[in-house]
Each structure stands twice: as structure tokens, then as C-alpha cells.
């Protein structure tokens, strides 16, 4: 098993939407609904933006939202603002007690 | 609030063993939840690489398992990394956080950079 792909990057102007996508396999992504997305700003720690495919923990904004089809999940930024700017990162649980996270896609706001 | 923070040497040499701590407040790691560990190579994405349940049962990443090992210390509230035989390639930044269910983390600590050289 390896990383789930994501692109590495996505741009977008504010007040837009801006979508990521995440694709895996029958055996993770595709296989279980947990899900999670993660953004990292510079020199920082992630922060967890979703989980279980499409729940946002409390105090994260509901521009963002998660969802899945297939094998492939996806995170959409809506209303993009200058501080969405950032690395975004999925990641799946993948059966005995293993996970996966994603490359990594860099989110630029134009 | 449940606050991370890892500590340990930010130098080791080839062959050796890195060795990291954990410390948890604001919650008991014995009580619930997962504890893991995950690193992130300079200028590269994350990678998971074990995580251990609050009852002691630990799991590893398959392309690490052969040389990790997480602990639990629940008198000091924390838990613990070792890496043997390390390379450069395990040169990263890593991080301690809680998981839930095995499949996320909530909470994350601010990350202990550990470089691999001679």
C-alpha cells in the first residue's frame, strides 16, 4: 500500500470554491468511511478539518466540506479566503489497524 | 484543553535509535483514545507511523514495524517513540497527537525536528 494521490496543487480567488481530491483504493479510501483532512500552514502543526468523510470538528467553518464517491474523497473550500492558503492533506484508515495520509496539495489563493 | 508536547534529542546518529516522549495534559491518556505518532520529512507530506490504544495494544506502520516501538507511561501521562537503526531518510519532523478510532487525530502537538547525521 502507498499514499493516497492527491494533486499537488489547486488555486482559486477569494470567494470562490475550490475542490481537492483524494484517491485511493477499494481498501482504504473506497473501503471504510474514515476519511479525514487535514490543513498545515507554514512551520505549523496540521489541524484536522474533517473526519469520518464528511463531519467538521467543532470551531472549524462550515465553508468546508467533505464528501466521496468511489474510491476517490474529496475536501471543497467554498468563499475561499487569504487564510485558507495553505497545505491540505487527506486520510484513510485502511483495514488492521492501518492509516494512510495523502502527498499533500497546496492550496494558493490568487 | 488537551495540550502535546514531544521532546527528546534533535541529533542522532546513523545506526542509532531515536527516541522521543509525549506529554499529554488536560486528559489521561489511560482513560480513552488513540496515541500516535506521525513524521513529515523537510518540504514533504506525512506519514503515519504507529499509534498506541489507551489499553496498551500498539499498532506500527507496515514499512516501519520491523524497527518501531510505541509505549505508554500512564504515572507520567505520556507516551513514547523509539526508531532503531535510523538513516537519514528518517530525518523529519515529528508529531505526537490523539487519535480516534485509528483512523484521525484531533489534537496535535507542535512538532520535534529530528535530524539524522553523523
Known amino acids: 500500500q502507498s499514499a493516497l494521490t492527491q494533486p499537488p496543487s489547486a488555486s482559486g480567488s477569494p470567494g470562490q470554491s475550490v475542490t481537492i481530491s483524494c484517491t485511493g483504493t477499494s481498501s482504504d479510501v473506497g473501503g471504510y468511511n474514515y476519511v479525514s483532512w487535514y490543513q498545515q500552514h507554514p512551520g505549523k502543526a496540521p489541524k484536522l478539518m474533517i473526519y469520518?468523510?464528511?463531519k467538521r470538528p467543532s470551531g472549524v467553518p462550515d465553508r468546508f466540506s467533505g464528501s466521496k464517491s468511489g474510491n476517490t474523497a474529496s475536501l471543497t473550500v467554498s468563499g475561499l479566503q487569504a487564510d485558507d492558503e495553505a497545505d491540505y492533506y487527506c486520510?484513510?484508515?485502511?483495514?488492521?489497524?492501518?492509516?494512510?495520509f495523502g502527498g499533500g496539495t497546496k492550496l494558493t489563493v490568487l | 484543553q488537551v495540550q502535546l508536547q514531544e521532546s527528546g534529542p534533535g541529533l542522532v546518529k546513523p545506526s542509532e535509535t531515536l527516541s522521543l516522549s509525549c506529554a499529554v495534559s488536560g486528559y489521561s491518556i489511560s482513560s480513552d483514545f488513540y496515541w500516535g505518532w506521525i513524521r513529515q520529512p523537510p518540504g514533504k507530506g506525512l506519514e503515519w507511523v504507529g499509534s498506541?490504544?489507551?489499553?496498551?495494544?500498539?499498532y506500527y506502520s507496515p514499512s516501519l514495524k520491523s524497527r518501531v516501538t510505541i509505549s505508554l507511561d500512564t504515572s507520567k501521562n505520556h507516551f513514547s517513540l523509539r526508531l532503531t537503526s535510523v538513516t537519514a531518510a528518517d530525518t523529519a519532523v515529528y508529531y505526537c497527537a490523539r487519535g480516534l478510532s485509528g483512523s484521525f487525530f484531533d489534537y496535535w502537538g507542535q512538532g520535534a525536528l529530528v535530524t539524522v547525521s553523523s
Open positions: 498506541i490504544y489507551h489499553s496498551g495494544s500498539s
Open positions: 486520510g484513510s484508515y485502511a483495514g488492521s489497524n492501518n492509516m494512510f
Open positions: 469520518d468523510v464528511t
